[in-house]
């Protein structure tokens, strides 16, 4: 049985590195794709992950397919085309480590993963699902992404979703937002930025968009990232906030998905369903989860970028000493 199975894109993230000696932008070979992300994280914290999803048979496919394996990501569910490139995006680093993506993705293996190629084994035993909205874009990737996850959700796994919006992807934003919306009848547990809360219902206030998000989709669980401020949560009626950590940001390519990655393995070691998490539960969920997104958000890349359990836990170790000095001193 798998912890978490990742469906989705798997792709080569061309990170800046620096200058030539001609003063031209360097860009370093790191993988990435939102739900490799999110399997990379599980992954570094002891969980037995699988991915499904589609490169191709090029240098770049190989070398995702290697870091996965590397890892010990089981990659039966991982597809070659033999038609197709693998996706390439370029990464845009901002003084504050904020990224945007210029895509090279136009018919590449991601998007052309059918129905009939997903492995149904993997699927069948597999406790949570995780899913984005790239691999929705086009067909026949999206009628196989929503495929793998109601056979799953069938035989009894939750589902996770991150809408993970990427407007230059989609032909029209209606497009983006009634695919994103088919994710969203179908997930569990979700987590979306402020960005895509204001996206789909129209406010970017934490409490007031995810009450409208749970009256409209009745999703068990909410997180909704609010970057170095932390993490706003809603089960039902609980709902509150933790803080976030103290970081200096280098790259925040991976940090969402470090922070999902996270979320999904505290959620697995409860060991019941999201519904019975209690606020406690929940608020130690939120606090592991910011760390590992804080601490991906300290280094480049996205995969190379996911934090170890024994990091986080140090980071967290700190943080609680701190406190428990600056109570003994007022």
């Known amino acids: 049985m798998y912890d978490v199975t990742a469906i989705g894109e798997l792709l080569i993230d061309f990170t800046p590195c620096g200058l030539s000696d001609k003063g031209n932008v360097c860009f370093e070979t790191n993988p990435g794709g939102a739900p490799a992300n999110v399997a990379a994280a599980l992954a570094r914290f002891n969980k037995k992950t699988a991915f499904i999803g589609k490169v191709g048979d090029d240098a770049f496919g190989r070398f995702l397919a290697q870091v996965l394996q590397n890892l010990q990501i089981d990659t039966a569910g991982l597809v070659v085309a033999e038609e197709a490139p693998t996706t390439l995006a370029f990464v845009h680093l901002d003084e504050r480590g904020e990224r945007s993506f210029s895509f090279y993705r136009r018919m590449t293996a991601d998007m052309l993963l059918s129905e009939r190629e997903l492995n149904k084994d993997i699927l069948a035993h597999s406790r949570i699902v995780h899913f984005g909205s790239v691999s929705m874009t086009h067909e026949p990737a999206a009628g196989a992404t929503l495929a793998a996850v109601r056979l799953a959700k069938d035989c009894g796994a939750a589902v996770s979703f991150d809408p993970n919006l990427r407007p230059a992807l989609w032909e029209r934003p209606e497009q983006a937002k009634r695919m994103i919306t088919e994710g969203l009848r179908l997930a569990d547990i979700v987590k979306l930025s402020e960005e895509e809360l204001l996206f789909l219902t129209g406010t970017a206030d934490a409490a007031e968009g995810s009450a409208i998000l749970q009256e409209s989709f009745g999703t068990p669980l909410l997180f909704v990232t609010l970057g170095s401020a932390g993490c706003f949560y809603r089960k039902g009626d609980l709902t509150g906030s933790v803080g976030g950590c103290k970081v200096t940001a280098v790259d925040t390519t991976g940090a969402g998905d470090a922070f999902v990655g996270a979320a999904l ?26 760390t590992a997104g804080a601490l991906a958000a300290t280094r480049k890349g996205a995969i190379d970028s996911m934090p170890y359990l024994e990091e986080i836990e140090q980071w967290m170790n700190k943080e609680r000493t701190g406190e428990r000095l600056i109570r003994e001193e007022s």
């Open 265 to 290: 393995s505290r959620i697995a070691d409860c060991g019941k369903p999201v519904q019975d998490l209690e606020r406690e539960e929940l608020e130690a969920v939120v606090r592991f989860a910011n």
